[in-house]
Structures are given as structure tokens and as C-alpha cells.
């Protein structure tokens, strides 16, 4: 429910005129020509393949294509590829690019930048090094549109690591762009999607610009999820950075923006008040991730994680995150409640009870923790991240640990967290995060339960068992055998403990009615086939 001060405010605000001037490089476009949205949280850095950050890989689907895409029913279809065939022992695959593909810079989309951009892809993302490790060949043809891909072993999710959305999103980009070390941020964004990025507009915390690309041209199939036809109504979309909840609010109230990715709880009945259009894009949600770091101490001991998986009350921190219980779930399920890969095994009981809470002390005891302050990064400019780690503090703090609770930004906590230093010295011991539920269900996707040490998400969890589970799940000879290896993977999961589930929530969108043509897709912002009415 709104407080009454913050009604007061608001409506003290609404009186004060408009937020945003229209900036002078776009006044010559019509209005109904300009998209405004809201992300949930800035841009910083530009490289879909450098970092796992949601807002990224949204800023990825503007300006790039993939080979394949995924409608709205999560399966993979056709979209920089005009036709593909595999062979019967499922060993060779053959993708042929469709007609039209150009990169921003006029340069024609060929089987060479594919196969770099691939090569690129396939050294950080958990599908990629997969694949790449059973690859006999991949090679462009002679006709500049043909790759021929021989695998030594088939990989039973081939067309669903190719078009997947989040995570480490396998962008085509030019050849000589994407020879850039992939453990290196690119410095060229040159794409082939349906927007162009205008770097000389961007004002890193405040606001990113991107422009239609003319020369795109769409697939003939209607658009659905990230496939289809990518056709765009509108001639320029502008991303407001705007922290605070009320102030975009505000602003879409008044007509400033468009379109809020993630308004803040507190103010959906405002909006529903005010006529704006409540969506829910994500039907597989958020899930949340407490993120320990394994390398330093205490986490570096299975049994200090162990303790912290078990003080962990999801209903107490999601009360605190969310006012209203429809929009959130108490889930314990690594591959996310809802999904086909949802499964409780090795899950153990009464997880954030007093008797789970006695037993996090003994372990945490077992450990040796010394009473060292952990640090505990806190994303102040996140409401929900920021609430959840305070909440978290408060219940580490009833089984014995000591807390320091460091503030900072969202895209700090980000940069900070590859930072593999001591705590001490600029490191850090926890992390809370959220995941696209899409990416989390997917027990290869799911980049936080990978454990394959150095290579991992930051954190860093180190278990050749547990990895070998993963690595195997592509490889099941059928469904039962696949089912098995899930629920192997799970229970290693509760055993390691790779990150602490604490909850997962259902957060939908805020749109101007002026908005029609949203599509969905957890956890990506998608502003082609929006139309957006004149006054």
C-alpha cells in the first residue's frame, strides 16, 4: 500500500510540471515516434558476452541478431538462419544465412563473423564451452553464407544454447570485433539488429539511446518472443536511468516515459488508478540468489555455506521485499518453482526454522569461522536486492555472524564482484542477485551453479562432481535418464551450495495505454513491434 508520505510527495511532484525536457536532438521526431523506457538498472558496460547482467543482454537484443531465436513458447526458431539441416547421426549441422543481413557499418553478415562470434561465445558461456569441447570443426563455406559444424558426440540442446535469450547470449557481431579476448570488454557495438546504438548519446547513469536501423530487414513470420519478425514502429528509444521508484512513477504518470521494466511495488495501484497498463512479461519470475564467495573464508568451507543455506528465511525477506503476497513465492527449487525442470530433491526440511537455525550454528561453529566481519555488498539503489540484504544481515547476525553491510550501486556491486582479492582488500563475502527464471531453469543456463572453479560466475564454486553433472545433462539418452541426472544435480546442489535461494517473485511491467505490441520475454526488454499512439 502507498504510505501517506509518499502520496504526499507524488502529489506535490505532480504539480511541479515535467521531469525530463525532450532533448534537442530528438525534436524533429514526432513524439508517437520516440519510445521512453525505464531498464531496471543502468547500462555500464556493452559487451553480452563479458557479463550475465539482464540489462546487457537486453541492450544486446537491440543492436544484434542471433542465428536463432525463441518465440513465446521457449522454442527455438530460425532468425539470422534461412535454413539449417543436421545430420542422422545428429553430428554435422549446416546453417545458411538468410538474404539481407548487413552489419550497422554497411559490411554484409558472413559465415566468418559468425564462426568468430560463435568461437567468442563458446569460451564463456556454460553451453558454449560445452559444445566447443565435443567440436571437431566449425567452418565457414565458400559461399560466405554456409557453416558446417561437426561435433565429435551429438548435443542434444544444440538449437536451445544457440537461441537463448539471457545469460551469455551467443550475439553475432563482426569478425574482427569479436576476435577481442572474451575475457576482455569489446569496444566496438556494431550489430546487425534492428537498432542502432548511438554511443555519442550515451551518458553512462543517465541515458542510452538507440535509433532504427533502416536497413534492417525483418524476418516474414510475426513476431514472437525474440523470433519472428523483429519490424520496428518507432524511429528512436531512449533508456532513462531513474532510481528512484516514485520518480518514474511520476514521469509515466505525466506522459515522460513509456514503459518502466520494474516499477516499484509500492506504487502499482497508483498506476492501475491512473490508467496505465499492468503486464507481466515474466511468467517464470525472478528467482533470488545469495552469492557467496568460495574462494575466502568462511565460504571457502562447505559447512559455513551450509549454515547460511539453513538460517535463511525466504518468507521473512520476500515480506520484506514485496507488500503484497501475489507477487512473490517461497521457492526452493534451484531450476526455479514453475519450470519443467522444478524438482525438491536433496531439499532439506524446514529450511529458516528455529531447528534449522540451531543446526546453522553448529556447522557455522565446525567451520572455524573466526568472527571476521562478513562483507555484504548492498546494491542501495536497488529496492528489492537492497531490502533483501538487509533483511539477510539480520538473520546471519541470530546464528553468529558478524556483518558489514557496504552500500553501493547495482552496476558497482557488479564490477566488484569479479574482484578476486581478499574481502580486505577490496573483495567481498556475499552478493545477493536475482536471475532470469528462463536461464535459471535450465540446469547448463544456470550460470551460478556452475562449479567449474575459475571459469565460474563470480563466487567462484569449485566440484569436479557437481560439474560432471552438468556437463552430462545434454547427454541423457532419454527422458528418464535425464530426470535422473536432474535430481543428482539438485541434491549436489544442496550439498555444495553454489548460492542460497531466498525466494521468487513475479514483477511485471508498467506501460503508458498510449503502448500496444508488448512482447514477452523473462527477464529481456524487447522494443520492436511496439507501436506507440499519437495524443
Known amino acids: 500500500m502507498l504510505t501517506r508520505l509518499a502520496t504526499l510527495v507524488l502529489g506535490a511532484s505532480l504539480l511541479a510540471g515535467p521531469v525530463f525536457a525532450p532533448r534537442a536532438i530528438a525534436q524533429a521526431i514526432p513524439p508517437e515516434r520516440i519510445l521512453r523506457m525505464v531498464p531496471n538498472a543502468d547500462l555500464q558496460t556493452l559487451d553480452p558476452i563479458n557479463t550475465t547482467a ?14 536463432f531465436g525463441r518465440d513465446a513458447q521457449q522454442r527455438p526458431q530460425p532468425q539470422m538462419v534461412g535454413a539449417y539441416s543436421v545430420s542422422d547421426d545428429a553430428l554435422v549441422w549446416r546453417f545458411t544465412l ?67 535469450p539471457a545469460g551469455n547470449m551467443p550475439a553475432i557481431m563482426p569478425a574482427r570485433i569479436a576476435a577481442t579476448d572474451p575475457f576482455t570488454a ?34 516474414s513470420e510475426p ?36 514503459y518502466i521494466e520494474s516499477p516499484g511495488v509500492d506504487f502499482l495501484p497508483m498506476l492501475q488508478r491512473r490508467g496505465m497498463q499492468i503486464v507481466r512479461t515474466n511468467t517464470l519470475g525472478a528467482p533470488g540468489m545469495i552469492r557467496m564467495n568460495h574462494i575466502h573464508p568462511p565460504f571457502n568451507d562447505p559447512r559455513a555455506r551450509q549454515a547460511l543455506m539453513l538460517l535463511v528465511n525466504q518468507e521473512e525477506i520476500l515480506q520484506g521485499m514485496f507488500p ?72 546471519m547476525q541470530s546464528v553468529g555472524f558478524r556483518t558489514d553491510v557496504q552500500a553501493m550501486d547495482f552496476a558497482s556491486m557488479a564490477g566488484r564482484r569479479a574482484n578476486r582479492r581478499p574481502p580486505s582488500e577490496g573483495g567481498w563475502h556475499i552478493g545477493l542477485t536475482y536471475w532470469n527464471g528462463l536461464g535459471a531453469s535450465d540446469p547448463v543456463g544456470n550460470v551460478p551453479m556452475q562449479a567449474s572453479c575459475d571459469r565460474a560466475w563470480p563466487g567462484w564454486p569449485c566440484d569436479a562432481a ?13 527422458a528418464e535418464e535425464r530426470k535422473r ?38 527477464g529481456i526488454i524487447i522494443a520492436w513491434n511496439i507501436r506507440k499512439a499519437a495524443r
Open 186 to 219: 569489446i569496444r566496438e557495438t556494431i550489430g546487425s539488429g534492428p537498432f542502432i546504438f548511438s554511443r555519442e548519446e550515451w551518458v553512462p547513469g543517465s541515458t542510452v539511446v538507440y535509433r532504427r536501423n533502416p536497413n534492417y530487414v525483418p524476418r
Open 54 to 67: 539482464g540489462v546487457v543482454q537486453s541492450h544486446a537484443h537491440m543492436i544484434y541478431d542471433q542465428l
Open 466 to 478: 557437481h560439474q560432471a553433472l552438468i556437463d552430462a545433462f545434454p547427454y541423457a539418452a532419454n
Open 324 to 395: 503484497d503476497p501475489a507477487l512473490y513465492q517461497v521457492c526452493h527449487a534451484f531450476f526455479v518453482c514453475g519450470s519443467a525442470q522444478e524438482t525438491n530433491a536433496g531439499v532439506p526440511e524446514r529450511l529458516g526454522s528455529p531447528a534449522a537455525r540451531e543446526r546453522a550454528r553448529q556447522l557455522l561453529r565446525e567451520s572455524g569461522y573466526d568472527g571476521t566481519p562478513i562483507v555484504m555488498m548492498d546494491p542501495t539503489d536497488n529496492p528489492f536486492v537492497h531490502t533483501a540484504t538487509l533483511v539477510l544481515a539480520q538473520q
Open 223 to 258: 513476431a514472437s518472443g525474440t523470433a519472428g519478425g523483429k519490424v520496428v514502429h518507432v524511429d528512436r528509444v531512449e533508456w532513462q536511468n531513474i532510481a528512484n521508484a516514485q520518480t518514474s512513477t511520476l514521469a509515466l504518470i505525466q506522459g515522460e516515459i513509456d
Open 98 to 164: 538468410r538474404d539481407g543481413l548487413a552489419f550497422h557499418d554497411g559490411a554484409p553478415v558472413t559465415a566468418t563473423d559468425v564462426v568468430a562470434s560463435l568461437r567468442r561465445w563458446g569460451a564463456r558461456d556454460p553451453h558454449g564451452r560445452q559444445i566447443m569441447a565435443i567440436t571437431a570443426s566449425m567452418e565457414p563455406q565458400a559461399d560466405g553464407k554456409t557453416i558446417v559444424w561437426t561435433l565429435n558426440r551429438p548435443y542434444g540442446l544444440m538449437l536451445d544454447a544457440l537461441s537463448k
Open 485 to 522: 541426472i536432474l535430481e543428482e544435480l539438485h541434491a549436489s546442489a544442496y550439498n555444495l551450495v553454489p548460492y542460497v535461494p531466498y525466494g521468487q517473485w513475479y514483477l511485471p511491467s508498467a506501460v503508458t495505454p498510449r503502448i500496444s505490441g508488448v512482447l514477452a520475454m523473462p
